[in-house]
């Protein structure tokens, strides 16, 4: 007998790549394996995997919408995310945001070591006592923690109950440094240095609704740098010193000097902050503090979006355009600093597809298949996810479209309850019980529990034909449940005993 060391289900999964030149690939792999991928071109055209860095999107939100509906109470796991500034021994930094919908915070910093507090930051800097609530940050409705677009730097933000980054060092060589962030401030975009523990204003040129920090190519003009003789790499000081700044446009790229390194060990990409407003994108250079700005075609200007910086002058902007028979639609768009729409792809990926609306019915259907909770399923929870979500406007549109997505399994589990209760029905009449209407709601409402609860609590009772009418009556009370008659009383045997 043979046996499969590996188990594959043949299962094939199609995400993007977007290479350090800005060319987009599509990457094929099955069972997630890194062994069998395949790469293409958005033509179809297979070529050999890319050596080169990887630009990575980041998801930028549109502006937070008010809930529909219901505003639920602010809990705690969402009030709070944590940062260090990767010192040596690190302080930990705690954004604690407020409780209300439109929300405030602060950063309050802990020793690593003693865990005693050391101060707190907010609008006016570092200061040893809890800052008036006036001075602290203006998060509106986004909440700390991690995938947070509030809050950018290179070494990001944790959850709360995780010490931040506790096992990691500073790298020396990113720019801007790991405890240099960026953070959204109501209409304005503040950079903090948690080490020098300062806060000043980056930009205030408009309504920010997201900001991360991306990794952008490094121009071809800038990577031919001449190389200087060995000896003037010798007496080296800090990796901080070994970078200058080359002029391309309005930037200053960021690379290492002359004969840092080996010309083909060069970084291929710098690390950008990428900041979204309603009607725009700004893409910074952190260090120079300068910026491009691509505006947005109106009808991204209510949309997420994922957004690469190319180098070039170009923003590729990524949006999901919903599903296909076989995963995910996506829209590619190439944008300039006038924005025009330089060029657009539409990509169709192979991937896990949700269930629609009428799968997840059928779902519920076999986990539940109660009148009752179909009630609620169909007159509160789904209507009032689609106007809470902004998914539809009135309740009697919810109403109407939850009954269209689901009308089958609804029908299914109505037909199945009337079997039942008819089941009951004809029991209930066949052994005479009283109560019959209350009976016949509960199995009907509650279904197959409702007609196992219905059988556990009517046992079946011994039949007996009635002397008088002669009809066939149930045993379980005193005289016949037609006539009235009292049954006879048993013939005695002569083994009874009476006390």
Not at 191 to 206: A, F, H, P, Q
Request: contains cysteine; aromatic residues 10%; positive net charge.
């Amino acid at each position: 007998m043979k046996y499969k060391l590996f188990r594959s289900s043949g299962k094939t999964y199609e995400n993007l790549l977007i290479v350090a030149d800005g060319t987009p690939l599509i990457v094929t792999q099955v069972d997630g394996s890194d062994v069998h991928r395949v790469y293409r071109t958005l033509d179809g055209r297979t070529v050999e995997p890319s050596t080169e860095e990887q630009l990575y999107g980041r998801h930028l939100s549109a502006f937070p919408k008010a809930r529909g509906v219901v505003n639920f109470p602010v809990k705690w796991k969402q009030r709070i995310g944590s940062t260090s500034d990767l010192g040596n021994p690190p302080t930990y930094w705690f954004l604690v945001r407020d409780d209300l919908q439109e929300g405030h915070a602060y950063f309050v910093g802990y020793d690593s070591i003693s865990k005693l507090p050391i101060g707190y930051i907010s609008r006016q800097g570092f200061l040893a006592a809890l800052p008036a609530r006036e001075d602290w940050f203006d998060l509106g409705r986004n909440f700390p923690g991690r995938g947070n677009r509030i809050f950018a730097n290179n070494a990001s933000m944790s959850d709360p109950g995780y010490f931040p980054w506790r096992h990691r060092r500073a790298d020396l060589n990113n720019v801007p440094s790991d405890w240099i962030a960026f953070l959204i401030d109501g209409k304005q975009i503040l950079r903090l240095d948690l080490r020098e523990r300062t806060v000043r204003m980056l930009d205030n040129s408009g309504i920010p609704t997201a900001v991360a920090m991306v990794r952008e190519p490094v121009p071809p003009a800038t990577k031919n740098v001449e190389e200087k003789p060995d000896e003037e790499q010798e007496g080296r000081a800090s990796p901080q010193s070994l970078f200058r700044q080359t002029a391309f446009q309005t930037f200053s790229y960021v690379v290492p000097a002359a004969g840092a390194y080996k010309s083909d060990t060069r970084p291929k990409t710098v690390t950008r902050l990428i900041a979204r407003h309603v009607d725009r994108v700004d893409v910074w250079d952190p260090v120079e503090e300068t910026k491009l700005s691509y505006p947005l075609p109106e009808r991204l200007h209510d949309q997420g979006l994922s957004a690469y910086s190319l180098g070039n002058g170009q923003l590729l902007v990524q949006v999901h355009r919903g599903y296909w028979e076989r995963g995910n639609v996506n829209e590619l768009i190439w944008l300039d600093q006038t924005g025009a729409e330089l060029r657009q792809e539409t990509v169709q990926l192979i991937s896990e597809l949700p269930k629609s609306p009428r799968e997840r019915a059928w779902d519920t259907a076999l986990d539940s298949p109660l009148p009752a909770a179909w009630a609620y399923r169909e007159l509160i929870r789904e209507p009032f996810n689609l106007l809470q979500w902004h998914q539809e406007k009135t309740y009697q549109g919810a109403i109407l479209r939850t009954l269209r997505e689901s009308w089958p399994a609804l029908l299914t589990v109505l037909l199945l309850s009337v079997a039942l209760t008819w089941l009951a029905t004809r029991w209930h009449r066949k052994y005479c019980r009283a109560h019959a209407g209350s009976w016949v709601a509960f199995v009907f409402l509650l279904g197959l529990p409702g007609l196992a609860a219905y059988w556990l609590h009517h046992r079946r009772p011994v039949m007996e034909t009635c002397k008088e009418c002669g009809r066939s009556a149930p045993r379980d009370r005193d005289g016949c449940a037609y006539c009235q008659q009292p049954f006879a009383e048993p013939s005695l045997r002569g083994s009874e005993i009476f006390a």
